[in-house]
């Protein structure tokens, strides 16, 4: 195994921590794509099924249960612990349109047209676009939080670094897949679109700190606080903020 598939795996696997801890630990999944979730889960139980055929290492079969493990962890999270703060609404890109055409051109494109060779290309053709959904989301709502990015940014990582992991391969044992290469070259470029994003986006918070309705009053009512705005339309529609809010709410304020 050489550097890049290393630091690719563990870039990887990061980005799958990122994403359980920040959903386990805000008690939310706010911002995140559940289908996408699903089209991961979906290319980790297909590419693994030789898990029950094959061992190559103990490192190989870890990390193939760690991955399916934690993508079916996230959906459950999302669509069962969590479900009350996942925003459908927001989360509405049509996996069909990429599900279909995957599984069409796995058929037609593969290595071996048996059944675990062509559930094998389906999930290197799905993962390269699993994560439009996500970026879907990210553009129709147009902002993100930052543990969002930070796990995105991960995802990128990893991916380009496998770039580097094909080319290494290619020089120096004489392996050369064009699939998974095409398929990761694909990927990496629809990431591209997301970096673009990850610099100029802020987190959501900037966009509470300059709304013209908010001048940053905070009064102590009991257990709650309340926010006070300088717009009397706000003042109609004003509330509470609980307890365990206003530290989320300050921490935001701080930082800028």
């Known amino acids: 195994m050489n550097i890049f598939r290393l630091t690719g795996d563990l870039s990887h696997l990061a980005a799958i921590i990122i994403l359980l801890l920040k959903i386990w630990k805000s008690r939310s999944c706010a911002g995140i794509s559940g289908k996408s979730q699903i089209l991961f889960a979906l290319v980790f139980t297909t ?7 094959s061992f190559i290492s103990l490192y190989n079969t870890s990390m193939k249960v760690i991955y399916i493990g934690c993508a079916y962890a996230t959906v459950y999270l999302i669509y069962a612990k ?8 927001h989360d509405s890109f049509r996996v069909e349109f990429l599900v279909v055409p995957v599984g069409g051109l796995s058929v037609l494109i593969n290595h071996d047209f048996s059944p675990l ?16 959904p996500q970026l879907f989301m990210i553009s129709k709502t147009g902002e993100a939080e930052t543990i969002t990015t930070h796990y995105l940014f991960c995802l990128g990582l990893y991916r380009a670094l496998y770039l580097f992991n094909w080319i290494w391969r290619f020089y120096f044992e004489g ?3 064009m699939i998974a290469i095409v398929a990761g070259v694909v990927q990496t470029v629809l990431y591209c679109d997301f970096f673009y994003l990850y610099v100029t986006k802020e987190p959501n918070y900037s966009a509470l ?4 309705c908010i001048s940053f009053g905070l009064s ?8 006070t705005g300088a717009n009397p339309s706000w003042h109609k529609a004003k509330g509470t903020i609980q307890p365990g809010q ?9 930082s800028h």
């Open 47 to 53: 590419r693994y099924l030789d898990l029950f055929t």
């Open 82 to 89: 969590f479900r009350a703060t996942y925003d459908g609404n």
């Open 209 to 212: 700190k300059t709304h013209p």
């Open 117 to 132: 060779e062509i559930l094998w290309t389906f999930s290197i053709y799905l993962e390269s676009v699993a994560i439009l």
């Open 220 to 227: 102590n009512s009991g257990s709650n606080w309340r926010v």
């Open 246 to 254: 206003l530290a989320s709410l300050s921490k935001g304020f701080q």
């Open 175 to 177: 392996f050369f897949d």
